[in-house]
């Protein structure tokens, strides 16, 4: 078990909806990264918050956006969603300065039908 | 630009054997982290051995070891004595220390490792 915890592991919803998915990082990393897993495109990193606050951005659609809340939870909103969007979500998280590992979630499996 | 190259879409070893999956990797930042991953086929992204630019010794982590050749840009993993639980996809990823993002990480596209009893 990473410590990172995402909710919910499976969603299925309809084109042209809006989803939330969850991301509660391990106790203690102030810094959350959203990644996309898709088949054609593999792992792509989207967006990272540390403390709060954007830190970096990735191939995030403007369709798509994050935030990270006070208690350090992060939430990937995805509106308008298309078949395309189907994929593997991935939250990680970890300390900063780091020069190990992020630790990441056991994803959400998002498809859209 | 900054690129994880993993040529192997699939490899296979028999049970017990050791594995060398192959890792080139592309920057021009001097200072760079290097990480394998091992993703089973529930999902999860499971975290086995890092490697800075700047360590003088190769990582190693139980069965795991990193084979790095900073000269060629290559950081190989080596599995020892194969299980058939180490059947999964592994990826290779580096840190790109850009944009702020201190771990933000670009991954490669993966090799599927099936361990044949």
């Known amino acids: 078990d990473s410590g990172v915890t995402q909710t919910p592991k499976h969603l299925i919803t309809a084109t042209g909806q809006r989803v939330t998915l969850r991301c509660s990082p391990r106790?203690?990393?102030?810094?959350v990264y959203w990644y996309q897993q898709s088949l054609d495109q593999g792992l792509q990193f989207l967006i990272q918050?540390?403390?709060?606050?954007?830190?970096a951005k990735g191939n995030i659609l403007e369709r798509f956006s994050a935030q990270q809340f006070p208690d350090l939870h992060s939430e990937l909103n995805l509106s308008s969603l298309e078949l395309g969007d189907s994929a593997l979500y991935f939250c990680?998280?970890?300390?900063?300065?780091?020069?190990?590992?992020?630790?990441f979630g056991q994803g959400t499996r998002l498809t859209v039908v | 630009a900054q690129k994880i190259t993993q040529t192997q879409p699939g490899m296979f070893v028999q049970e017990k054997e050791a594995v060398t999956l192959d890792c080139t990797y592309d920057t021009s930042d001097p200072s760079y982290g290097l990480f394998w991953y091992k993703q089973p086929s529930s999902g999860e992204m499971i975290f086995l051995i890092y490697?800075?630019?700047?360590?003088?010794q190769n990582a190693t982590e139980g069965r795991y070891s990193l084979n790095f050749q900073k000269a060629r840009k290559s950081a190989n993993l080596v599995i020892s004595a194969s299980q058939l639980g180490d059947s999964a996809m592994y990826f290779c990823?580096?840190?790109?220390?850009?944009?702020?993002?201190?771990?933000?990480?670009?991954f490669g596209a993966g090799t599927r490792l099936a361990v044949h009893p």
């Open positions: 106790s203690g990393d102030l810094s």
């Open positions: 918050y540390y403390n709060g606050e954007e830190r």
């Open positions: 990823a580096m840190r790109d220390y850009r944009s702020g993002g201190y771990n933000k990480l670009i």
């Open positions: 990680a998280s970890s300390v900063e300065p780091s020069n190990t590992e992020a630790f």
């Open positions: 490697q800075g630019s700047y360590d003088q």
